[in-house]
């Protein structure tokens, strides 16, 4: 049976769905994007998703064209159709068809896209066995805060990694690690503290993020939201990153370099589990 998806107030099989070879997520990257998880058929964070996608929204001049409980149903109604147990649901709003020129379109006419994907998260074999990061210079605009389709940067960056034989890749700007391709960012360094950037235009406010930030508070753990370097990552007692789609996930090694002793860390295991305990709780 085809994939049911979302666009513009229709349901319909993936292969009948259309949009404008003038639009301008298509021709400029002109548009923002949320990818909310699915456990036990529920979404995952949900609430912080629409935060981010008004703050993206308003950064970028576009007005929300659905409201939230109207977002929230068209992803209970996808994930209803599809049957997805496990998985993300991706949602996306460009500015809409127009003649090409660069300047916006007034009146705006948003293009409303959403499909779901049906994929293990709980059984992710990487949670046992860690994943390699390698470092790569920071190539993006300077507006990484806005979760923009414009993702050119981190394409080529993931699929660096890729090359090496590695999960992810972790951009520097600086001297300085920002976050990963598609992930955020953490370390806990050698004194036992939990670092991370500090938010700003520089990096994505993740969701996975503040959820873990405000777990580790909790848990008394000493937070500090401030830049580390590539050296300090390496000399670390662990790393992880954390993403919507992957929760969190420990690394072990970065740039063939083994982190603490090569294996996934306590705390890192320790958030996976609190964290999915959380949301398949709420």
């Given at each position: ?99 090409r020129d660069f300047a916006y379109p007034e009146p705006a006419l948003p293009t409303v896209v959403a499909f779901t994907q049906s994929r293990p998260l709980l059984d992710n074999p990487y949670a046992e066995t860690g994943i390699k ?12 805060d806005i979760k923009s389709t414009s993702m050119l940067g981190q394409a080529m960056g993931k699929q660096a990694a890729k090359r090496q034989g590695a ?116």
């Amino acid at each position: 049976m085809s994939r049911i998806v979302y666009v513009n107030g229709a349901y319909q099989p993936e292969e009948e769905a259309k949009i404008s070879v003038f639009d301008r997520g298509f021709l400029f990257g002109d548009a923002v994007y949320e990818v909310t998880a699915v456990l036990d058929g529920r979404l995952v964070d949900f609430d912080a998703h629409l935060a981010r996608l008004d703050r993206s929204l308003k950064e970028i001049e576009l007005s929300l064209p659905i409201p939230h409980e109207g977002l929230r149903e068209l992803h209970e109604a996808l994930i209803a159709e599809n049957k997805v147990g496990e998985g993300i649901v991706y949602l996306q709003i460009s500015r809409g068809p127009a003649e090409r020129d660069f300047a916006y379109p007034e009146p705006a006419l948003p293009t409303v896209v959403a499909f779901t994907q049906s994929r293990p998260l709980l059984d992710n074999p990487y949670a046992e066995t860690g994943i390699k990061v390698v470092t790569i210079p920071d190539i993006r605009w300077k507006r990484r805060d806005i979760k923009s389709t414009s993702m050119l940067g981190q394409a080529m960056g993931k699929q660096a990694a890729k090359r090496q034989g590695a999960y992810e890749a972790w951009m520097v700007e600086d001297g300085f690690v920002t976050e990963g391709t598609s992930s955020s960012a953490f370390i806990l360094d050698a004194d036992g503290v939990l670092r991370t950037q500090p938010l700003g235009s520089h990096i994505l406010p993740g969701v996975t993020r503040r959820a873990i930030l405000r777990l580790a508070k909790e848990e008394g753990l000493r937070v500090e939201e401030r830049p580390f370097t590539v050296a300090e990552a390496i000399q670390a007692r662990e790393a992880f990153l954390t993403a919507a789609s992957a929760f969190v996930l420990p690394v072990i090694e970065i740039d063939g370099h083994a982190i603490g002793d090569g294996v996934p860390g306590p705390v890192a295991r320790a958030f996976r589990a609190h964290y999915i305990a959380e949301a398949r709780a709420s």
